[in-house]
């Protein structure tokens, strides 16, 4: 089965500091992968996602994520993190074909 | 378009009632799913439903009923609630039943049980 780890369980950093919260994957086949956000009693909201092509992938608010076949990584990044991008940070896999898995979530602590 | 939308917001059961989550989205979405949230163990999928009709379980199923007569309602009943129903519940929803689209999440239901 397909599954994602995220080993820390709260990052925290000095805003404008760069960031990096960090996901490995385990998966058969190709990996589609996906990076949510939470923001305090709110739903999850989409980031980026990888599908196929360049390694490196945009996504919103300044986000981008390195997509690293050998070392089965994921990792979330941001050059200059914000107070504001305080929040819950979750990897998400597709589980071919209907099924997306989360992992257990990074909270990421900004502080100014 | 008000999105994915999640009712009720609260809900407090005792031991072995029965209840359902509403979960509506006029994004005409093919796929739906329900999650719960439980402190470090992230989102686990319960349901979900690939269009209206169709249904299938998750990695979660157990105490759990989901429903889909038509592609804009997908509600979770839960049969006899048990204490270890406690959890925040989201209603997600994407465009096909390909789950590579964005899931647009509902804002939530705080369930307890008691």
């Known amino acids: 089965a397909q599954s994602v780890a995220q080993p820390e369980d709260q990052v925290n950093v000095a805003e404008g500091n760069p960031l990096t919260v960090k996901c490995t994957y385990s998966v058969s086949g190709n990996p589609y992968l996906f990076w949510y956000v939470q923001y305090p009693n709110r739903g999850l909201q989409f980031l980026l996602k990888?599908?196929?092509?360049?390694?490196l992938v945009k996504g919103s608010y300044g986000f981008e994520a390195e997509f690293n076949k050998s070392q089965t990584s994921f990792h979330l990044k941001k050059p200059s993190a914000l107070v504001s991008d305080s929040a819950l940070y979750f990897c998400a896999v597709r589980d071919p074909p209907d099924k997306l898995i989360f992992g257990t979530g990074t909270r990421l602590q900004v502080f100014p | 378009n008000a999105g994915v939308t999640q009712t009720p917001k609260f809900q407090v059961l005792k031991t072995g009632q029965s209840m359902t989550l509403q979960c509506a989205q006029d994004?005409?979405?093919?796929?739906m799913s329900w999650y719960r949230q439980d402190p470090g163990m992230g989102l686990r999928l319960i349901h979900y439903?690939?269009?209206?009709?169709?249904?299938d379980q998750g990695e979660v199923p157990n105490g759990y009923n989901v429903s889909r007569s038509t592609t804009e309602d997908f509600p979770l009943r839960l049969l006899s609630a048990a204490p270890s129903q406690t959890s925040v519940y989201f209603c997600?929803?994407?465009?096909?039943?390909?789950?590579?689209?964005?899931?647009?999440f509902g804002p939530g239901t705080r369930l307890t049980v008691l």
């Open positions: 439903s690939v269009g209206a009709g169709i249904t």
């Open positions: 997600a929803s994407s465009f096909r039943q390909t789950t590579t689209d964005t899931q647009y």
């Open positions: 990888y599908i196929t092509g360049d390694n």
């Open positions: 994004m005409n979405h093919e796929y």
